[in-house]
Structures are given as C-alpha cells and as structure tokens.
C-alpha cells in the first residue's frame, strides 16, 4: 500500500455541509478520509448504501475528547475502486487494515455500523487488526442478514443494471425511507442519493450489491468467542432491517459484549438520533 495522502479543499459533490479532505491510496483504488478532533483513536466504518455522511453528527461529538478517523468504504460516496476490484467486505476490511497502518494507529476503537461492522470484526479477527474496543452498531455480522430487497437484486441483476436510470432511483429513494425511524430531511435525502445518481451510480450501486456477501464474515463469525477487547452491541429500537434480537445474538456470541439501544432510531441509528448515538459511545470508549 501507498501511503502518500493528498488534501483536497474542494467541498463533497454531494453535500456542501460534510467534506473527507483526504485521499488515500490502498490496494484496491482511493479512499475517502478524515480526521477531526485530538485524543484516544476511533475509526467510524459506515455501512450500506451510506456513506460517511452517516457519521456527520456523530463525530463531532466524538472528538471532543478523541481523534476520530471517518472514511468512505470503497465504492461509496468519494471512495473508488480500481478497475476489477469488487467492493466486498474482504476488501473493505484488508482497506481498513491498511488505513490503520497508514495512519500509524496501535490499538483504535472500531465502531461499525451495518457491513461497516462486519468489515470491523473480520478486520480484527481475520486481518489482525489491533483494537481497544469494539462497537458494533447495527451491524451486518450474524446472517443472513442481507434484506429482502438486497436479495432480489442479486438475484435479478440484469434486470436492476438495465433498469432506466430515473425509475431505479425512484426505487433507491424508496428503499432509504425504510432506513430511518424519522423521515429524512430534503437536504439529508439528497445527500444520500447523490452518490448513486445516474447511469454511474446506478452501476456502482450494483456493483457493492453483488459484491456483498455473507460468505466474508462466516470465519469472523466462528471465531467470536476470540473477542477479549470490551465489546458494545448499540441498536436503534424501531431497525427494519436488521431486528433488534440479531443484536441479541450477537452479543451473546461475545464474551462480556455489553448491549444498549438507541431510542427513537431505526436502522440507520446515527441519522436518526445523533446525540444518543454519540453518548452510548462516549459512555463505552470512556
């Protein structure tokens, strides 16, 4: 991995309220990443179909008393894969292996939420990465977890790829109301569908679509009992599509995993209720 890191002051195409000013080469393309605050580390992993606009209230709060770390996962929001490099959980945890080395991290908290936290457990577990905690908000670990629509896709993806641009992203509009308790602001709307928009996004949509799987946290999974750093399992109360008794599971897969619940949250727990969000991870890392 390259570890030369570029600064951009340009703002977020998709927003002009939340901005990654790194990029950083790994080994399957450029990654979106930024750093805020001073203190212990805390590396924020977002999930699907996010990007690290899921986090922009939660890390500030963080880093009033930490260094937090955010990124886009490979192929969402201003990350990039390279050519023939599929968005899979594998890769997006060898990525955060290789950010922690870049950013010369010994032992962070990793927070992750939806594949976000698959990516975090098979980034310990399988890759070695070192950790002081673990949060696991949400997270896509014990399957199948892998919702309805999603399977439908993958089932049927010739016809989501030759689908009118326009009526796909009515159907992507769609499925982003199911993600939260609370009905999404316009302006938060439009920041989480901008990444997809267009015949590109469209593409690059399906394509973290087909890469996503089950299959990469099996070995994770079988190797739970492993877990010795302090563990929180944090849910939103009202998920759809993750149910709150798969937080259950996995916790009690955990040794010593502690659990809490985020009221007034559904899946997509740090938009819903930002200010809890932080707290329960506050109260954890503390």
Do not use: C, K
């Not at 944090?234 to 916790?251: V, Y």
């Amino acid at each position: 991995m390259s570890t030369q890191t570029t600064q951009t002051t340009q703002p977020m195409r998709t927003t002009q309220t939340w901005r990654l000013d790194q990029r950083i080469r790994v080994t399957g393309g450029e990654v979106a990443a930024r750093v805020l605050g001073e203190g212990p580390p805390v590396v924020l992993v977002h999930g699907t179909p996010a990007w690290s606009y899921l986090w922009r209230d939660v890390a500030p709060l963080l880093a009033r008393r930490h260094t937090v770390y955010v990124w886009d996962l490979l192929g969402f929001g201003d990350s990039r894969t390279d050519p023939g490099a599929a968005p899979s959980i594998a890769r997006q945890a060898r990525t955060l292996a290789e950010l922690v080395a870049h950013w010369d991290l010994d032992a962070p908290a990793l927070v992750g939420h939806d594949i976000g936290g698959g990516t975090v457990i098979r980034a310990h577990l399988v890759e070695h990465v070192p950790a002081s905690h673990i949060a696991l908000v949400d997270a896509a670990v014990l399957g199948p977890w892998n919702t309805p629509f999603t399977e439908h896709q993958q089932q049927h993806a010739d016809v989501y790829r030759t689908m009118p641009p326009d009526i796909f992203g009515d159907l992507v509009a769609a499925r982003f109301r199911t993600a939260t308790h609370r009905a999404l602001t316009p302006e938060s709307a439009a920041a989480y569908l901008a990444p997809w928009a267009g015949s590109e996004g469209q593409r690059r949509w399906l394509d973290q679509v087909a890469a996503v799987s089950f299959e990469d946290t099996r070995e994770a999974v079988a190797r739970l009992g492993e877990i010795s750093v302090p563990t929180l399992v944090l849910w939103g109360e009202q998920d759809q599509w993750i149910p709150l008794s798969t937080g259950e599971r996995l916790a009690a897969a955990i040794p010593g995993a502690r659990t809490a619940t985020v009221p007034d949250a559904g899946h997509f727990v740090a938009e819903d209720n930002p200010a809890d969000t932080a707290a329960a991870l506050l109260r954890f890392l503390a």
